[in-house]
């Protein structure tokens, strides 16, 4: 049974910093891309961050670019989204996908399995 654990989230004021984990079980971790999506409350799911199975190569949206860090250790099977300098707007619950291919995907659908989600909730 494929597991994905999201934890980390929680209430910060702004400017503070979050790490979030999730712990991927019952999958080759290290064969999979892996990635990180958000949703705000009335607002469609929307992509944050992928790495590659290798972590040769990232993406981010352009609203996280130089404050988040995504980040895995294949080892562990575990992947990380270090959040600094956090905004209000960045408040939402907080995804972890895996799809079953090396490479990244910004698409949603492309993703095959996902946790349930962690809250971050950024306050003024």
């Known amino acids: 049974q494929v597991q994905l654990v999201e934890s980390g989230g929680g209430l910060v004021q702004a400017g503070g910093s979050l790490r979030l984990s999730c712990a991927a079980s019952g999958l080759t971790f290290s064969s999979n891309a892996m990635g990180w999506f958000r949703q705000a409350p009335g607002k469609e799911r929307e992509f944050v961050a992928a790495?590659?199975?290798?972590?040769?190569?990232?993406a981010y949206a352009d609203s996280v670019k130089g404050r988040f860090t995504i980040s895995r250790d294949n080892a562990k099977n575990t992947l990380w989204l270090q959040m600094n300098s956090l905004k209000p707007e960045d408040t939402a619950v907080y995804y972890c996908?895996?799809?079953?291919?090396?490479?990244?995907?910004?698409?949603?659908?492309?993703?095959?399995?996902w946790g349930q989600g962690t809250q971050v909730t950024v306050s003024s």
């Open positions: 790495i590659t199975w290798k972590g040769n190569s990232i």
């Open positions: 996908t895996s799809r079953l291919y090396g490479s990244i995907s910004l698409r949603e659908t492309d993703y095959d399995y």
